[in-house]
Each structure stands twice: as structure tokens, then as C-alpha cells.
């Protein structure tokens, strides 16, 4: 199974795009790559998925490289309920990571 | 409608007691995933059932017991309850399992923090 790599935290100003990024270097050719997040106290949220190609939906956008071997969620206009834990999975993998610890600060 | 949800959200309760908590999912998915995610907040899979058959079963104690009725519910009951088990309990549900695509997507309940006294 392929390991992701995430910083452990980051700011970000409210209504300031957010880009939070995710080394997966051994990922294989047909994993797809998935971004959860958890706010305090909640069960993950899905946000988003994708292959080969640059995704969008309501709630954010997420951008592959051409190696596939890392990728990055973007939040558009970041709220501060966007604070949460933000978790990178590849393929089948069903361990979550520490993830990356998202402040969104007024 | 609540997609993937779960009863007891708290159970408190002593050492030694058997309880069970109750998973049901109502977005017609195949597969269903019990995890628990302790003090440290890593969040580890304990089980998994694909059509109510077990396909996943982690390094978990057997006082620990998942029980699949249907491919809708997924019940989590534990023996013997010790300190160690205090955690939030959540689960899970997905269209499909083990192919890496979409079908995988994930789909959580809100979780049961259990306290064991």
C-alpha cells in the first residue's frame, strides 16, 4: 500500500485560499488518491477524489502532478469551519495518518 | 436523512460490562467498516464486512465481536470492558471494497465515545 507524507499543521487566514499538500511518492498506477477531513468531535467527512486529472466539487479542488506522486487539496476561500483535521489516503488503505491540523484564523 | 448513523453517541459504563453499539446505513452500500480512534486521535480499522461477510479483522482483541445482520447494519459488541477501550467508535460504509477507485469513498457515522470507568 502506498504511505502518504503530510505536514503535521498550518494557518490560514479566513477567506484566503488554503493548499494543503500530500507526498504519496509509491503510489501505483490505478490508486486513487482521497482527501477526509475531521472536524472536532465529528466523523470524517469525505471531500474529494481523484486519478490523473485536476478535480473540482462544491467543496474543494484537488490538483495531481503529473508523476502522480503528490497532489494538493485546495479550499478555495477558506471559513473557520473549515478547521479540522485534513487526512490524504491512497488506494485501499484504510490507516489514517495523523494527517494535517487545519487552523483557519479570523 | 442521516447516511451512516450510530447508537449509543455516549456510553458510559464499568469495567467488566458487555455493551454493544449499533451501526446502520441507508445508502444501499456493500461494504461497512467498524474503527476506533483513541486518545492520540489516529484513527485504526478494527473490522470490515463486505455483504456480511468479514473481510477485514485487525489485530483486535475477541472481546470484541462485530455482528452483521444485514448488509445494512454492522453491530460492534464487546466483553469484558476494559480502561483501554475508552475511545471514540465510528463507522463506516462504502459502495464497494478493495479496488482503489471511487467505489471506496467512505461514509462515517458520527461516532460513539465510549468511557469505561
Known amino acids: 500500500d502506498a504511505k502518504t507524507t503530510q505536514p503535521t499543521s498550518m494557518d490560514c487566514a479566513e477567506g484566503r485560499a488554503a493548499n494543503l499538500p500530500c507526498n504519496h511518492s509509491?503510489?501505483?498506477?490505478?490508486?486513487?488518491v482521497y482527501w477526509y477531513r475531521q472536524i472536532h468531535s465529528q466523523g470524517p467527512q469525505y471531500i474529494i477524489h481523484?486519478?490523473?486529472n485536476n478535480e473540482t466539487n462544491e467543496m474543494a479542488s484537488l490538483i495531481i502532478t503529473e508523476d502522480r506522486k503528490s497532489s494538493t487539496l485546495i479550499l478555495p476561500h477558506a471559513t473557520l469551519r473549515d478547521t479540522a483535521v485534513y487526512y490524504c489516503i491512497v488506494g485501499g488503505k484504510l490507516s489514517f495518518g495523523a494527517g494535517t491540523t487545519v487552523t483557519v484564523r479570523a | 436523512d442521516t447516511a451512516v448513523s450510530q447508537t449509543p453517541k455516549y456510553l458510559v459504563t464499568q469495567m467488566g460490562n458487555d455493551k454493544s453499539i449499533k451501526c446502520e446505513q441507508n445508502?444501499?452500500?456493500?461494504?461497512m467498516y467498524w474503527y476506533k480512534q483513541d486518545s492520540k486521535k489516529f484513527l485504526k480499522i478494527m473490522f470490515s464486512y463486505n455483504n456480511k461477510e468479514l473481510i477485514i479483522n485487525e489485530t483486535v482483541p475477541n472481546r470484541f465481536s462485530p455482528k452483521s445482520p444485514d448488509k445494512a447494519h454492522l453491530n460492534l459488541h464487546i466483553n469484558s470492558l476494559e480502561l483501554g477501550d475508552s475511545a471514540v467508535y465510528f463507522c463506516a460504509s462504502s459502495q464497494d471494497f478493495g479496488r482503489g477507485g471511487p467505489a471506496d469513498t467512505q461514509y462515517f457515522g458520527p461516532g460513539t465515545r465510549l468511557t469505561v470507568l
Open positions: 509509491t503510489i501505483s498506477g490505478n490508486e486513487y
Open positions: 481523484g486519478l490523473k
Open positions: 445508502l444501499g452500500h456493500d461494504t
